[in-house]
Nanobody, 121 residues
Framework: QVQLVESGGGLVQAGGSLRLSCAASGSIFSVNDIAWYRQAPRKQRDLVARLNGANTTKYADAVKGRFTISRGDEQTIGFLQMMNLKPEDIAKYYC???????????????WGQGTQVTVSS
């Protein structure tokens, strides 16, 4: 059973930076795609950034130019570098990733439990 664990969240002043990490436990053959979502209180969970199997990135308009998604390896799957943070970035951030467990196998998607990001103005 694979578990994803996000880390790197915390409290930062407006204009500051944080780097979120998404780590996986278990034996993984390869990482197909990785995405970061966020959910603010009483709001829906929204896509922040995605890196697909072809290494094409997609960002929410609100974070373009400030956030960067990148891959890691089969253990630390990926990162979200967040710069120039704003109070409107306050949310719980979730990692979602597509994993393969053998060559040519199906891709299965998993969610982490989230890490809280708080920005003080």
């Amino acid at each position: 059973q694979v578990q994803l664990v996000e880390s790197g969240g915390g409290l930062v002043q407006a204009g500051g930076s944080l780097r979120l990490s998404c780590a996986a436990s278990g034996s993984i053959f390869s990482v197909n795609d990785i995405a970061w979502y966020r959910q603010a209180p009483r709001k829906q969970r929204d896509l922040v950034a995605r890196l697909n199997g072809a290494n094409t990135t997609k960002y929410a308009d609100a974070v373009k130019g400030r956030f960067t998604i990148s891959r890691g390896d089969e253990q630390t799957i990926g990162f979200l570098q967040m710069m120039n943070l704003k109070p409107e970035d306050i949310a719980k951030y979730y990692c979602n990733t597509g994993l393969r467990f053998r060559s040519g196998g199906l891709t299965y998607h998993y969610w982490g439990q989230g890490t809280q990001v708080t920005v003080s103005s």
